[in-house]
């Protein structure tokens, strides 16, 4: 049985984006609207920073078409915590705040750790307690993002395993690349796109890519993320995957993303070095 993929970005703002994606003269309004009928999942890298009201999540999905997917980054204050219980209310502040709101279209958590973090057995077993299964009804999907050593350790994919979480899959040479296959669904980011490369990658990346989301959707539902590197490449990334998937835009019929705007973008006019997420 083949799983389902999506394929996107982090965010929808991003000003070099109305050079190399967006329409010209598309208002900043309606960017969900139009990135969300191109891609078929978005992470949301603003609530690693900041809280929302529930109608800001249920404004987002409304805007998003039926069967799209927000991927949500918990606040970062969430993983840096020390005590059992100081991590329960760290995750309950996080996951109160109305993230349900989305309802359907609720992708999964990334609870993104410091580089500091190494694994420690009785440390994730806590963590990993506290994270429910359930809220308001929705099934919830737990990612864990590690970037410390010591992570390709049975004990580790034991303990994702045992409470249905997943660790997420990091291309970037700086973070150590750890793969699960114990759990129902899978998250890759992608982080090394090339502002010389219209599509953030070279054709033979996005066939690997391909070939990689093909090989996981066997098991897993599969969620890949084009996230920092070039990132005014980032769109491109994930439109040109989607159409190696064989995967199709929810409304093909709205204005094709950038054409006139791609136009104008050369590898010599590059956005500033985004920061690693």
């Not at 969300?36 to 800001?56: G, H, I, M, W």
């Not at 705040?97 to 057995?121: M, S």
């Not at 307690?129 to 004990?155: I, Y």
């Amino acid at each position: 049985m083949k799983h389902d993929i999506r394929v996107g970005v982090g965010g929808w703002s991003f000003d070099p984006w109305d050079e190399t994606f967006y329409p010209p003269g598309l208002s900043k309004a309606k960017q969900l609207r139009h990135m969300s009928r191109r891609v078929t999942a978005l992470e949301v890298n603003a609530t690693y920073y900041s809280s929302f009201k529930p109608d800001t999540f249920a404004k987002w999905r409304d805007e998003a078409p039926e069967g799209f997917v927000f991927s949500l980054k918990a606040h970062r204050f969430s993983t840096v915590r020390k005590t059992k219980e100081d991590m329960q209310k760290s995750a309950g502040l996080f996951l109160d705040q109305g993230v349900t709101q989305l309802k359907e279209k609720l992708g999964p958590i990334n609870w993104q750790f410091p580089a500091t973090r190494k694994f420690d057995p009785e440390y994730f077993a806590n963590f990993l307690s506290v994270l429910p299964r359930k809220k308001d009804g929705l099934e919830l999907r737990h990612a864990l993002e590690v970037r410390g050593q010591g992570f390709n350790d049975p004990k580790f994919h034991d303990l994702l395993t045992k409470h249905g979480a997943t660790v997420v899959y990091a291309e970037d040479d700086a973070f150590p690349k750890v793969r699960h296959e114990g759990s129902d669904f899978t998250v890759a980011r992608l982080m090394q796109s090339q502002a010389d490369q219209a599509a953030g990658y070279p054709k033979n990346e996005i066939d690997r890519f391909a070939k990689m989301a093909t090989d996981w959707s066997k098991k897993q539902d599969v969620f890949v993320f084009f996230i920092s590197g070039a990132k005014e490449r980032n769109p491109a990334a994930a439109e040109a995957l989607q159409n190696a998937l064989g995967i199709a835009p929810a409304f093909p019929d709205e204005p094709v993303a950038g054409k006139k705007a791609a136009a104008k973008a050369s590898p010599a006019k590059k956005a500033p070095a985004a920061k690693k997420k």
